[in-house]
């Protein structure tokens, strides 16, 4: 669920039309905070508190 809901959000919530974000660099930005939104969603018990703040999502990004 953390993974299509950032998927989503990445897809339709940054401005612009969304067809443009289906490019293949564009993609891989979206596919990889995605990823880890469902990575991180792992990390904590329970249905809502395993959802990923963008914040969080951003650093685990950024710590590689």
């Known amino acids: 669920n953390a993974f299509m809901a950032a998927l989503l959000l990445e897809l339709l919530g940054?401005?612009?039309?969304?067809?443009?974000?289906?490019?293949?660099?564009?993609?891989?930005?979206?596919?990889?905070?995605?990823?880890?939104?469902?990575?991180?969603?792992?990390?904590?018990?329970?249905?809502f508190a395993g959802f990923p703040t963008a914040a969080g999502i951003t650093e685990l990004l950024r710590q590689g």
């Open 14 to 47: 940054t401005g612009g039309h969304w067809r443009t974000r289906l490019q293949s660099s564009s993609m891989y930005d979206l596919l990889r905070r995605a990823n880890a939104a469902g990575a991180l969603t792992a990390t904590k018990k329970g249905a």
